[in-house]
Structures are given as structure tokens and as C-alpha cells.
């Protein structure tokens, strides 16, 4: 601009030289430019002024946030283009509101805003960020207690929580019982007085001084408790209205401190009280609540314990009862789908699978069996001993219903096979049958299922020594893994420590453990009909007994089942006593997952036993729990022992 200005004053110069030339107006008009270009400085250096201004005030803060600073006030400054804003341990600050960030290209504060409870301001910034600070208010000095006026009992000691505000570092707390017969202290948080016994009225002074000329009193005084309340009757199973009545010498409110989520209050305060409650419905065990009648300053005067009856109805209703026609104890295994209930013969010669009709017991048909040579006919054998449930994903197998799988029982001694048999198309069809060369381990008595039809393995428990347990794969319905021969071998085993060999063991894995990347689970139970043990896994396949031994809870409990009913999970399993002559259903809440499997059985949470049909005394003492669940929910849970019969039970 001043180059412009002289490249004019030339100019100018050069026509004033010109002869008779009239630059009157030439001067004038050169006044008006110089006049104008001072005036441009000066508007550039305010602005210029205004901008450092806005800079500093970013600087300043920034800083304040970044030291959790405190805003004292903020002023409209005198020129009303912006505010002067005072920090509580920083200078002063000029924020200038009035520039266009746009003109300018700097970003800049374009607010500053005091809430409306005067505790924040707000620094809004021209590109959208804020920032802000809390606004700093001195506190009077003051000494407040919880409460003033109390209802005790005599003898009883009772806290009283205090603070000070506007405390100082030199400030303190003390106490003076202006009746003797009453004991104070002072604490850092509250003040503590024992009642007499017997009761007398008193006094107690509370105070605070901050050793620069000021304090704050406070008294409290005490009443005798004085309360009488009728006795409340239990509430039926079924809900409805609970009524505390009776007399105080204060006004008094009702709360619930135990029991909330069935029992809600409807308030009310008045020395003659009468507060009234609505019970919900109960469906589970009888339970209690606890109502603490108060004062209106929170003071409790005495808890009242609300009773309500067990609302269960039995959790499971009997659907039917079934002999199986088989003799001598031959009935070990047993599995269910969504319309039989399959039963094994465990005997020797040709073997045989019953279909129990859930619709109706008295419609029985037989299983398909095709006996595999040599097993079943030599060295007293079993040609079907254990029968089970494979699920199925696939709707082209077996019209996407599961898919029963039986195995036979070798001896051990070397001379047979473990064969398996899967009924890929349906119970009328003749089953697919696979060989696994067991060598000299008697596997068969029993075995469990892990996964699918599509992707599983078959663990079977080898009788003849006691730790072992078998896994065959089972992919797309091939059971066993690496043909050799026409044979199938084993995928792995597990080694669980259990002194001797125990009649006819069963492997139980929770079906949300995890697995180590060789198919390890990191812990499993084995039961058997003379001992039990919970194993964890210590390296590999080798595992050690954590708990029980032979822990009567679990010797003889077979058939675990886990399921989800009503969004909870569930355990059903069946015990057969110690005499053999009888068995239950069992059925708790799977209250740990695999966290905890062990806690769980232990803890037995929500217990539901059934008997099941019949009486007997087999020689093994064996049983077995099969559940399935339909598309809508429907849930039956089927339960045998040996030489006793077969129950079939429907959750309510």
C-alpha cells in the first residue's frame, strides 16, 4: 500500500510541475488518500492486535485445561467485542469475539458460555472443537451431618457421617456429649455415639473450626425408639398385597432391603402407618423379603422379614412308564429323537435295539440289525450293547433328523473288533457298520457322543483299564479315521488315573470346554458303578484327578445330558442306588458352564428328581438319561436303569 501511495505523491509531483497547471484539487485529493491510508494501518494494526489477542486466548486456554484449571469468571470486555475471562491460577485473558475466521484464515474462539448452574464454561473454537473448564465457586465454611434428630434403641451405638465444606488444611472436627451418660468420638468420616442403657435423653455438640476464625455447630439430639408393628402374615404362592401396619412415636417410610424384584412398595408416611406391597407370583422356592420401616431422615427403625410360599409346581410331569422285554438285567444303554425311545439289548448272540413310540409305549418295533461276524457270536460278546444320537445338520440324511448309532462289546482278548453301526437312512434301512481294531481293550460297555454326524468323535471308556478313553472320529458319517485294510483306528485317547477296573465307566466332557489343538478337553468326569473322579488336564492327554475319588454323589450317575430350557441351561443325568433296586431322574441348573463343571454338580442348584419305573436288583447296576428338545420347544427327557424299566418325562 505505501508503494502505491508514493508511486501517486510522482505522479502528482510531476503535474504540479507543469507550467499555469491549476493542482489544487490534485492536493487535496492527495490529503484524502494520505488521510485514508492511515486509517488502513490503523484498522490493520487493531486487527492485527485482536488476532494475537485470539492467539493468546487459545494459548491461555488450552494451558487451563491441560493444568485442570478453574475458571473464576468470565466479564464482557468494556469495548463489547469480547470477554475477559479470569482463571483461578493464571492471569487474566482478553478473548476477542468479533473475528470473521473466514477473513482472517486463523481458527479462533467464537464463544464462551456459562452454563445455566453455573458450574461449566464452554470455549467453543470456529472449526467445532470445545473445550470445557469448570467454573470456580468458593464454599461457604460449614459443618453438615447426615442427620440432626434420631430415633435409637438403648444401648445401641449409632454413626453419623459428616463433611466440611470449604474446609481448609487446618481445619478440625470435634465432639462434646452434654449428658454424661452418653459416649462420642469423632472419626475422619462420621461421629460416633453409644446410646445409655437405660435410655435418657441427651445431647451431643458437633463442631468445626478452621484456625482462621471460623466455625460451625451442629446438635444432635435423640429419641428413644418407640416403634410397634403387627405381625405379618405370609403371602400365598399366587401374590397379592402385603400390609405393615402398626404405630410410631416419628413419621416413618417403608422400604425394601431384601427381596425387591417380587415385593414393590407403595410408600407412605404418618405416625399411625399403613404401608401396603404387591407380591409378584412365585414360581420357584419360598422365599422371604426384608422391609425396613424408617424415618423420613433414613434413620431404619426395625426390619420387618415378609414370607412367601414355594410357587413350584414339579418340573417335570411323568408322560409314561415301559418295561423293557428284555431278560436278565440286558438293558444298559438308551438314546431318544423326536419319536422313539431306543433301548439295546446287551446280550450275546444276535443283538437288538426296541423303539419305544414316545406317543404311545405300547407301539414297540425293532431296529434293523445287521450282526457283523465275528462280533456278537465268539467269546461271549455283545452284538449291540450302547446306542446313541448323532446330530445331523444336513437334510439329506435321514430327512435331517439325528442319526442312531450303536456299538457292539468286545472282550479284550485280541480276537474281535470294536464295530460301529450308524443308521445313515433311517431304523427300517440296514445301518452302514465300521471296524476299529481295539486290540486287547474292551471297549463298548458304553460310549459317549461329541459334535455331529457331520463332524464328532465317539469316546468309548476301555473296561479292562480303568483310565483310558477311546475318541473315534466321525466325519460325514465315517466313524474312524486312516483306513488300513478295511479298519478304522482310534484318533486319541485320554488318560485319567483311576485306581482298578471299575464296572462299565462313561466319560463325560462339558460341551463348552475347550480343547487343546491335539482335541485334548481341559477337563472331564469319568463315573463308574464303584467310583467317580473329576480330571484336569495336566499335559496332553495326560490328566489328574482333582476332586472326589468315590464320591457316592456321582458313583453310579450315567447319561449326562445338557440342555437349554426357558433360557436356562440345564444337566439331567440318572443315579442308580447303591443297592441297585432303584433309580432317579436328576435334573439342575448348569450354573457354572465349563468353567466350573465340578461347582456345579456339587452345588446340585434347583434339584429335580423323579423316580424311574420299576424295581430291580441287575448284577452292573447301569442307566442312562437320553433329552431331546422339538423345534417348539418341546422337551422330553427319557431315563432307564437296568433291570428296572424306561420313564419318559415332559417339562412343564
Same mark, same amino acid.
Request: aromatic share 6%; proline share 3%.
Given at each position: 500500500m505505501k508503494k502505491l501511495f508514493f508511486a501517486l505523491m510522482l505522479g502528482l509531483a510531476a503535474l504540479a510541475c507543469t507550467p499555469e497547471y491549476d493542482d489544487t484539487a490534485i492536493k487535496d485529493r492527495m490529503d484524502q488518500i494520505e488521510q485514508d491510508a492511515d486509517e488502513i494501518n490503523a484498522a490493520l494494526a487493531a486487527l492485527m492486535?485482536?488476532?494475537?489477542?485470539?492467539?493468546?486466548?487459545?494459548?491461555?486456554?488450552?494451558?487451563?485445561?491441560?493444568?485442570?484449571?478453574? &475458571?473464576?469468571?468470565? =466479564?464482557?470486555?468494556e469495548d463489547g467485542k469480547g470477554v475477559i475471562v479470569t482463571f483461578r491460577s493464571a492471569d487474566p485473558v482478553f478473548i476477542p469475539l468479533d473475528l470473521d475466521a473466514e477473513e482472517i484464515d486463523e481458527?479462533?474462539?467464537?464463544?464462551?458460555? @456459562?452454563?445455566?448452574?453455573?458450574?461449566?464454561?464452554?470455549f467453543t473454537y470456529t472449526d467445532g472443537t470445545t473445550v470445557v473448564l469448570p467454573l470456580y465457586q468458593e $464454599?461457604?465454611?460449614?459443618? &453438615?451431618l447426615d442427620a440432626t434428630h434420631l +430415633?435409637?434403641?438403648? *444401648?445401641?451405638? @449409632?454413626?453419623?457421617?459428616?463433611?466440611?465444606?470449604?474446609?481448609?488444611?487446618?481445619?478440625?472436627?470435634?465432639?462434646?456429649? /452434654? /449428658?454424661?451418660?452418653? @459416649?462420642? $468420638?469423632?472419626?475422619?468420616?462420621?461421629?460416633?455415639?453409644?446410646?445409655?442403657?437405660?435410655?435418657v435423653a441427651g445431647e451431643v455438640l458437633v463442631w468445626a473450626d478452621n484456625a482462621a476464625g471460623k466455625a460451625s455447630i451442629k446438635k444432635l439430639s435423640f429419641e428413644e425408639n418407640a416403634i410397634q408393628i403387627e405381625a405379618v402374615a405370609e403371602v400365598p404362592a399366587?401374590?397379592?398385597e402385603v400390609v405393615i401396619a402398626g404405630v410410631s412415636n416419628v413419621d416413618v417410610t417403608a422400604e425394601v432391603v431384601e427381596g425387591a424384584e417380587w415385593l414393590k412398595a407403595v410408600p407412605a408416611a404418618k405416625a399411625e402407618f399403613s404401608f401396603k406391597f404387591t407380591a409378584d407370583a412365585n414360581e420357584g422356592e419360598a422365599r422371604t423379603a426384608k422391609v425396613a420401616v424408617k424415618t423420613v431422615a433414613g434413620v431404619v427403625l426395625q426390619e420387618v422379614s415378609v414370607a412367601q410360599a414355594s410357587g413350584i409346581i414339579p418340573f417335570a410331569g411323568l408322560v409314561w412308564n415301559a418295561a423293557v422285554p428284555f431278560g436278565g438285567g440286558q438293558d444298559r444303554n438308551m438314546t431318544m429323537d423326536g419319536e422313539y425311545v431306543y433301548v439295546a439289548q446287551a446280550a450275546g448272540g444276535n443283538g437288538a435295539i426296541k423303539a419305544f413310540s414316545i406317543a404311545d409305549p405300547a407301539q414297540v418295533k425293532d431296529v434293523k440289525v445287521t450282526t457283523h461276524a465275528p462280533a456278537g457270536l465268539d467269546n461271549g460278546t455283545h452284538a449291540v450293547t450302547c446306542v446313541r444320537m448323532l446330530p445331523n445338520t444336513d437334510a439329506a440324511v435321514n430327512d435331517g433328523k439325528p442319526v442312531l448309532v450303536a456299538s457292539n462289546l468286545t472282550t479284550g482278548d485280541g480276537t474281535e473288533? =470294536? +464295530?460301529v453301526y450308524v443308521w445313515t437312512n433311517g431304523i427300517d434301512?440296514?445301518?452302514?457298520?465300521?471296524?476299529?481294531?481295539s486290540g486287547t481293550r474292551r471297549l463298548g460297555d458304553k460310549f459317549t457322543v461329541k459334535g455331529t454326524y457331520q463332524s464328532g468323535e465317539l469316546h468309548f471308556f476301555d473296561f479292562n483299564d480303568g483310565n483310558i478313553v477311546i475318541r473315534v472320529k466321525v466325519e460325514n458319517g465315517v466313524v474312524g479315521s486312516w483306513p488300513k485294510n478295511g479298519l478304522y483306528y482310534a484318533a486319541g485317547r485320554y488318560n485319567m488315573p483311576i485306581a482298578g477296573a471299575y464296572n462299565i465307566g462313561e466319560c463325560t466332557i462339558h460341551p463348552d470346554a475347550t480343547f487343546d489343538a491335539d482335541g485334548n478337553p481341559s477337563s472331564a468326569l469319568l463315573t463308574t458303578n464303584a467310583g467317580s473322579g473329576y480330571f484336569n488336564q495336566k499335559e496332553g492327554n495326560t490328566y489328574e484327578l482333582s476332586a472326589w475319588g468315590t464320591d457316592l454323589k456321582l458313583t453310579q450317575t450315567f447319561g449326562y445330558n445338557f440342555f437349554t430350557y426357558k433360557e436356562k441351561n440345564y444337566i439331567a443325568y440318572? $443315579? @442308580?442306588?447303591?443297592?441297585?433296586?432303584?433309580?432317579?431322574?436328576?435334573?439342575?441348573?448348569?450354573?457354572? *458352564?465349563?468353567?466350573?463343571?465340578?461347582?456345579?454338580?456339587?452345588?446340585q442348584t434347583g434339584l429335580f428328581t423323579a423316580p424311574v419305573n420299576g424295581t430291580g436288583n441287575a448284577g452292573h447296576g447301569l442307566g442312562d438319561c437320553a433329552v431331546h428338545q422339538a423345534a417348539d420347544g418341546t422337551t422330553y427327557v427319557a431315563v432307564m436303569a437296568q433291570n428296572i424299566g424306561v420313564s419318559l418325562y415332559k417339562l412343564n
Open positions: 492486535e485482536r488476532i494475537a489477542a485470539a492467539e493468546k486466548a487459545i494459548e491461555a486456554v488450552n494451558a487451563a485445561a491441560a493444568a485442570e484449571d478453574y &475458571v473464576v469468571s468470565v =466479564l464482557p470486555s481458527v479462533v474462539i467464537a464463544s464462551v458460555e @456459562v452454563a445455566e448452574n453455573k458450574e461449566t464454561a464452554t $464454599k461457604e465454611f460449614a459443618l &453438615v +430415633i435409637v434403641n438403648a *444401648g445401641e451405638t @449409632v454413626k453419623v457421617a459428616y463433611t466440611v465444606t470449604g474446609a481448609n488444611e487446618t481445619t478440625t472436627v470435634d465432639v462434646l456429649a /452434654t /449428658t454424661s451418660s452418653y @459416649v462420642a $468420638k469423632v472419626t475422619e468420616t462420621h461421629v460416633e455415639i453409644t446410646i445409655p442403657d437405660p435410655f399366587e401374590g397379592g473288533r =470294536l +464295530i434301512a440296514d445301518p452302514t457298520y465300521f471296524e476299529i481294531d440318572v $443315579k @442308580v442306588e447303591g443297592d441297585r433296586s432303584s433309580a432317579t431322574l436328576n435334573i439342575i441348573e448348569d450354573i457354572n *458352564g465349563a468353567a466350573d463343571f465340578k461347582g456345579t454338580l456339587e452345588a
